[in-house]
Protein backbone atom coordinates (compact mmCIF):
# COMPACT_ATOMS: atom_id res chain seq x y z
CA UNK A 1 0.00 0.00 0.00
CA UNK A 2 1.25 3.26 -0.84
CA UNK A 3 1.54 6.46 1.35
CA UNK A 4 -0.22 8.42 -0.96
CA UNK A 5 -3.33 5.96 -1.88
CA UNK A 6 -5.59 7.91 0.02
CA UNK A 7 -4.51 11.60 -0.83
CA UNK A 8 -5.17 10.50 -4.61
CA UNK A 9 -8.47 9.13 -3.84
CA UNK A 10 -9.51 12.31 -1.96
CA UNK A 11 -8.45 14.35 -4.90
CA UNK A 12 -9.90 12.34 -7.17
CA UNK A 13 -12.94 12.99 -5.40
CA UNK A 14 -12.31 16.89 -5.68
CA UNK A 15 -11.96 16.90 -9.05
CA UNK A 16 -14.81 14.91 -9.87
CA UNK A 17 -17.07 17.02 -7.72
CA UNK A 18 -15.04 20.28 -9.16
CA UNK A 19 -16.25 19.16 -13.01
CA UNK A 20 -19.71 18.22 -12.15
CA UNK A 21 -20.72 21.50 -10.73
CA UNK A 22 -19.18 23.14 -13.33
CA UNK A 23 -20.77 21.49 -16.25
CA UNK A 24 -23.68 19.76 -17.13
CA UNK A 25 -23.46 16.03 -19.06
CA UNK A 26 -25.83 14.78 -21.35
CA UNK A 27 -25.89 11.54 -23.96
CA UNK A 28 -26.14 13.03 -28.00
CA UNK A 29 -29.83 11.45 -28.58
CA UNK A 30 -31.65 13.84 -26.83
CA UNK A 31 -30.43 12.72 -22.97
CA UNK A 32 -31.30 9.35 -23.43
CA UNK A 33 -28.89 6.49 -22.01
CA UNK A 34 -28.36 4.17 -24.96
CA UNK A 35 -30.24 1.03 -24.32
CA UNK A 36 -29.85 -3.35 -25.26
CA UNK A 37 -27.04 -5.18 -24.25
CA UNK A 38 -23.92 -2.89 -24.01
CA UNK A 39 -21.67 -6.43 -25.47
CA UNK A 40 -23.36 -6.48 -28.69
CA UNK A 41 -21.08 -5.91 -31.30
CA UNK A 42 -23.50 -3.28 -33.16
CA UNK A 43 -24.47 -1.30 -29.33
CA UNK A 44 -23.27 2.37 -30.10
CA UNK A 45 -21.04 2.11 -26.92
CA UNK A 46 -20.30 -1.46 -26.45
CA UNK A 47 -18.11 -3.12 -23.37
CA UNK A 48 -14.86 -5.26 -23.84
CA UNK A 49 -13.46 -6.42 -20.64
CA UNK A 50 -9.88 -7.61 -19.45
CA UNK A 51 -8.36 -6.08 -16.31
CA UNK A 52 -11.59 -3.81 -16.08
CA UNK A 53 -14.34 -3.35 -18.13
CA UNK A 54 -13.73 -0.63 -20.59
CA UNK A 55 -16.14 0.75 -23.37
CA UNK A 56 -15.91 -0.27 -27.02
CA UNK A 57 -16.54 2.90 -28.81
CA UNK A 58 -16.21 5.28 -26.40
CA UNK A 59 -18.95 7.15 -24.61
CA UNK A 60 -19.63 10.28 -26.70
CA UNK A 61 -21.63 13.20 -24.67
CA UNK A 62 -22.49 16.77 -24.69
CA UNK A 63 -21.06 18.79 -22.01
CA UNK A 64 -22.37 22.18 -21.34
CA UNK A 65 -21.00 24.83 -19.13
CA UNK A 66 -23.17 25.57 -16.01
CA UNK A 67 -24.16 29.12 -15.21
CA UNK A 68 -23.01 29.42 -11.61
Same mark, same amino acid.
Given at each position: ???????? *??????? *?????????????????????????????????????????????????????
Amino acid at each position: KCLGDQFA *LIEATVT *LALVLRRFEFEFPEGGRGYEGDASAKDHPVGMRTGATIHTRNGLWMNVKERDI
